[in-house]
């Protein structure tokens, strides 16, 4: 039996054991508050947990698909990974092992991390249970870095090392990068990036996007991929960046064209006094869950 929180801390606060239960719910949500190498502020280790409270003050009913999405699925949210003592390549071979165990069981996996390194672990997950996929990042950064003080597991090198696994990647709101991320990205053939300059004037963008990436897409979305007045409590702050509509527009059309096979959210570094980021993210998670069960692909 699968650890699970109880009605006061799971996801959305659902009472109903039948819709939170591992084993009848086909979603899980799963947090890796794993924190070791952000460069910036600090505090996204605090991040999962802080989602999910704010997720209690999520409405269950959704206007845009009018459906209550977790009636569909049901949806069981699990206790944090335990990451005492455990590094880089330790950390994500916990958090691989973790997540293919739930992949195996057939569960639609949602993931909130910490720093962005975890999405590795997730990533190679999903590569031992589905071929052909693209990896859908939403960001302010490339993290496109060989290593970032002399660390290859760092959060500005994690899609460096999904690039490294031969995945097909598609960027959408990079506006911060480095020399060597900017010149990997026009060498390869496996990586295609939006940039937030060539994402306001229409949008023009998102189909172009869509078209590049295969029919199954696993999605990384990095807080600080949305604009500071969406998304103000991340570990490094980007202006410019996604607007809330225009997020939800071009995630519901990746929903509607493509499988989105599982998803994370991570880099949310909770402020005392500012409940706006955990909120804006537990909304973001629940209106992708939402759109991936209108389309009737969970």
Known sequence: MKQIYNTENNFLGIDDSTLYNYETSKVVIQSAPYEYTSSYLQGSDLGPAAIIEASHFVEFFDEETAQEAYKKVGIATL?????????????????????LE???NNKFVISLGAEHTVSLGFVKAFQQKFTDFSVLQIDAHSDLRSAYNDNPYSHASVLARIHDLNIPICQVGIRAQCKEEYDLIQSSENIHTWYAHMIQ????????CIDKLNDKVYVTID??????SVMPAVGTAEPGGLMWHQGLKFLRKVAEKKQIIGFDIVECAPKEGEILTQFNLAKLLYKLLGYCCHYNKV
């Open 102 to 104: 739930h992949l195996n």
């Open 79 to 99: 206790h944090p990974m335990d990451f005492e003592g455990k590094y880089n390549q330790d950390a994500i071979d916990l958090i691989e092992s973790e997540t």
């Open 201 to 208: 004037e229409n949008d023009a963008w998102m189909d172009e």
């Open 223 to 228: 807080a600080d991929g949305f604009d500071p």
